[in-house]
């Protein structure tokens, strides 16, 4: 059974960090696309952060510069790496892993972990 888990939410204040992971198990994602969503109350799922198989990464507008993802050394680990944050990032993440970037909102999700910032 595939299971995505992500860990590392909390509560933190404007301009700290926080750095998310999420372990994957079931089967190898090696050779898949890995991303992270997130998800405010009363607003739409958006796309955070993705990464590819090999390695190509893309961000949303909003934390281009702030977030980094990354692969662990374990082939089925992946982290987010959260800098300079807001109080509008505060939201429920959610880790996700699909064939492809195109199609990794179709693929394995988490159950999320909540970020929340303070101003």
């Known amino acids: 059974q595939v299971q995505l888990v992500e860990s590392g939410g909390g509560l933190v204040q404007a301009g700290g960090s926080l750095r998310l992971s999420c372990a994957a198990s079931?089967?190898?994602?090696?050779?898949?696309?890995m991303g992270w969503f997130r998800q405010a109350p009363g607003k739409e799922r958006e796309f955070v952060a993705a990464?590819?198989?090999?390695?190509?990464?893309y961000y949303a507008d909003s934390v281009k510069g702030r977030f980094t993802i990354s692969r662990g050394n374990a082939e089925n680990t992946m982290y987010l790496q959260m800098n300079s944050l807001k109080p509008e990032d505060t939201s429920v993440y959610y880790c996700?892993?699909?064939?492809?970037?195109?199609?990794?909102?179709?693929?394995?999700w988490g159950q999320g972990t909540q970020v929340t910032v303070s101003s």
């Open positions: 079931g089967r190898t994602f090696s050779n898949y696309a």
């Open positions: 996700a892993a699909g064939p492809n970037i195109a199609t990794l909102s179709a693929g394995y």
């Open positions: 990464i590819s198989w090999g390695g190509r990464t």
